[in-house]
């Protein structure tokens, strides 16, 4: 599984941690920055270029991390093809797999400590869109949207 992820500034130390996290695990992962601490970057520098590649179907999932995973989420949306979403507890980081196909995890780095991080990391790479009817017709309501 090919793996991109991203953060700005207030996302960059869970970024530094959860990048070797993904390595260990066996995945590929492509940085698509910040990479450096730099507190006047601005997280569409970072994220959108990798919302753009995870709707070229370029990676299997993407994670982007900011101060609050709220400007990712809220950025990332913009792009075509993209179903992303600020998580902070388990049940959702697979179930927003499993009935919405996300295809990136927000993060908040001051709100989400490393290891519930890597916990629900870990939820979302392991699920799998279940592509039940009801699933699909809701989907296919959304990209309507993106027309
Ligand atoms: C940056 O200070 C902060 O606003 C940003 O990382 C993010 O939290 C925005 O939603």
Redesign the pocket.
């Known amino acids: 599984m090919k793996i991109a992820i991203a953060a700005?500034?207030?996302?960059y130390e869970l970024k530094q941690i959860i990048h070797p996290f993904l390595l260990s695990l066996g995945y590929e992962v492509k940085d698509f920055g910040a990479f450096e601490l730099d507190n006047a970057d601005d997280?569409p520098d970072f994220i959108v270029p990798m919302a753009r590649a995870i709707a070229a179907k370029e990676f299997d999932r993407a994670i982007a991390i900011?101060?609050?995973?709220?400007?990712?989420s809220?950025a990332a949306n913009k792009i075509a093809g993209v179903r992303a979403a600020l998580i902070n507890e388990h049940f959702s980081a697979h179930q927003g797999v499993e009935d919405d196909n996300l295809n990136m995890l927000c993060l908040?780095?001051?709100v989400t400590g490393y290891m519930a991080a890597q916990e629900l990391i870990v939820a979302f790479l392991n699920a799998r869109f279940t592509g039940a009817e009801r699933h699909l017709r809701r989907l296919q309501k959304v990209h309507l949207l993106e027309k």
């Open positions: 700005d500034h207030g996302g997280y900011c101060g609050s995973g709220v400007g990712a809220v908040g780095g001051r």
